[in-house]
């Protein structure tokens, strides 16, 4: 297999503190070994805090990875400045931030890493950079000519994919169609059967409270996810809804469903996250390799403190080793 990489995220955020914690695990890096792409002024610093005795060592290429015991290897894209403040929106960390997912997916694209692994980044950093995605998934998407993909949260009690992602909530209404939601039931369907479940049971989420109970609160249910349900089924797909969205996630995490297909961000990451974010990995499914990423943010709050959590990276990090392993590279 080929080596899989980790992008660094917003240094102004815990995304370097949490990459240094990672590979500082000595134990748990024998198991899931990587390298980094960012800036290794950033990542020495960052080592130096909170790695132990890491050793932050640089190679130019994904082919002179070579795993060794406490060692983080580190191809620099950038040089950003050693006074980077934490916890601020900063253009140049932005542009950093997106440099090393575009050199990563150029790799995953050439095959020369089996899957990416990012850390968190800062939206606003992004837009003041002129960078012209809302987040990664759809860089990844755009980057790697990926035009059926989705955003699947997954933790050991639920999974969701998102039928809308990165908008407003009245940009979110205005996207659904019978198309739309029939696509992503139907990524859903394939994406589990890619982790080894063969017929997926697939729950679809209403958009309206009680999923617009019979009309009385909004038509797009009706309208717009129920003939969609209809025609999945026509095709053998497990689906049902739509279903009420108070109660639908509930049903998927005593087992009635493998997976939730939800209908704006909030509605599918919010029951992932309050089940704990320390066990929730963000999986964009649909692309020609494997990409996973923690399911929190850049944390501009604590940055720079020494008190980020590395869990949901660590978790992120031994998903794209089994995904890598079980897809062979395949779409998934």
């Known amino acids: 297999m080929k080596p899989i990489v980790v992008t660094f995220g917003d240094a102004a955020g815990i995304g370097p503190e949490i990459v240094a914690k990672t590979f500082a695990d000595t134990e748990f890096m024998e198991q899931y070994p990587a390298f980094v792409v960012g800036d290794i002024g950033i990542m020495k610093n960052a080592a130096a805090r909170w790695g132990s005795s890491l050793v932050v060592e640089p190679i130019f290429a994904p082919e002179e990875y070579a795993p060794a015991a406490r060692r983080m290897q ?33 790799w995953a694209n050439d095959g020369r890493v089996s899957a990416i692994c990012t850390a968190p980044i800062h939206k606003e950093a992004l837009a003041a950079a002129g960078v012209p995605y809302p987040g990664h998934t759809e860089m990844l998407a755009d980057l790697s000519g990926t035009s059926d993909y989705g955003m699947m949260l997954v933790n050991p009690h639920l999974r969701t994919l998102l039928v809308t992602v990165h908008c407003s909530i009245l940009d979110a209404v205005r996207k659904l169609s019978v198309e739309r939601e029939l696509q992503v039931i139907r990524l859903a369907h394939r994406s589990l059967q890619s982790m080894g479940i063969a ?9 309206n409270p009680h999923a617009g109970e019979g009309g009385l609160f909004g038509s797009e249910d009706m309208e717009l996810i129920a003939p969609a349900v209809a025609q999945a089924r026509q095709e ?8 009420p969205g108070d109660t639908v996630f509930m049903q998927a995490r005593k087992g009635r469903f493998d997976i939730v297909v939800a209908q704006y961000h909030d509605q599918g990451l919010i029951p992932v996250k309050l089940l704990g974010v320390e066990d929730g990995v963000n999986v964009t499914v649909g692309l020609p390799f494997v990409r996973t990423s923690p399911d929190h943010g850049t944390a501009f709050d604590i940055a720079g403190q020494g008190i980020a959590d590395p869990s949901s990276l660590k978790t992120a990090l031994a998903t794209a080793h089994q995904l890598a392993r079980s897809s062979s590279a395949a779409t998934i």
């Open 74 to 106: 580190v191809v620099s894209l950038s040089g950003l400045p050693a006074d980077l403040r934490h916890g601020e929106i900063s253009a140049a960390a932005g542009a950093a931030a997106f440099g090393a997912i575009r050199q990563s997916i150029e």
């Open 199 to 207: 017929q997926p049971r697939i729950a679809v989420a209403g958009l």
């Open 236 to 243: 053998g797909i497990d689906a049902v809804g739509p279903l």
